[in-house]
């Protein structure tokens, strides 16, 4: 049995069959520290466009919030670039998508003290922090400005006061021991982990490189599923590499991220997933190709936030179904 098909062995025995897609919601995209060396925050063209003082409004944040709720996706977690939010501006976006979603979410904003831990609590349910690769050189080359020290500190922190813990790291930096990635899990006791495939960024380090090769990808998140069945194992594709998603179901993954779902929901690469984990073996949770028949504003009225909120998301939600629509109609 090759390392593929023993994976998909253990998901299923453990797991069943259901995988689903989780929703990234980017609260921002300036970064404070901006110097990992192969983050599309760190070049110049990106300082330029995207100013500190640009953040998402309150309402184009729920707007995903109220999409995922009731287009069967899950939140991966909130994230976005560090030190853009005061923890109270932070806080407030928090208990908004809780009341949307009616339950805890997964937060990802850098390094939390033990404090602010705690005034997460009642709304976050599981902390997660981008390590990138826990290869201590490696990631002190490509990442100078965020030492693993901090994230590792918190991952215990948030364990012992009952959070769930997860990472998430890349595939293609250059990683050479798996090894010393199952034995930060197993330090950490971590509940979760998200892969992410490297993705070539113009004027980075790695502009002229290819991103990893589906298979070599797919090796580690089913290692990773052989010797951790009961991790939740979360895979990013991409909309040039969503043709893998296949491949990352049998190979252990609970769930697929990073596929722009909105801007590509309804279309060929969207199906594509689907069929995927249909080809799998497994049932995908939601939807990335058929709208529900909703009065979307009765959903909106129904929420306990602010009316002026309310109506600005109203409008925020219009635009992102009639993109959406545009897209099932062109097909």
Known sequence: MNTIEQANKVFTENWGQEVYYGRCIFLSWYCERGTCKFCFRSTIHHKVKHAKSAKRSMASILVEAVLAKNLGWNIE?????????????????IQNVNKIL?????????????????????????????????????HDELCPDKPIKPYSDMLKEAKAL??????????????????????????HKLDRITFYALKPVKGTIFENKEGPKSEYYADWIAKTRIKFPKLEIIAGTTARRYKEANLLFKAGANAITKFPATKLFGTEQAETIEQGAKEAGRIFKGTLTKLPTLDWDKEIDALDLDKTLKE?????????????????NDK
């Not at 850098?110 to 602010?116: I, R, V, W």
């Not at 997460?120 to 981008?130: D, Q, R």
């Not at 600005?312 to 099932?328: P, W």
């Open 77 to 93: 977690f909130l994230t976005g670039g560090y030190g853009i939010y005061p923890f109270e501006e932070l806080l407030e976006i």
């Open 102 to 138: 009616e339950k805890k979410v997964w937060i990802n904003l850098g390094a939390f003290t033990k404090e602010q831990l705690e005034q997460l609590k009642p709304y976050a349910e599981g902390i997660c922090a981008s390590i990138e690769t826990v290869e201590p050189k490696l």
């Open 162 to 187: 009952g959070f769930k813990t997860s990472i998430a790291i890349i595939i293609g930096l250059g990683e050479t021991n798996i090894e010393l990635l199952h034995k930060f899990i197993e330090e």
């Open 312 to 328: 600005q998301l109203k409008e925020k939600l219009r635009q992102y179904l009639q993109a959406m629509e545009k897209n099932i």
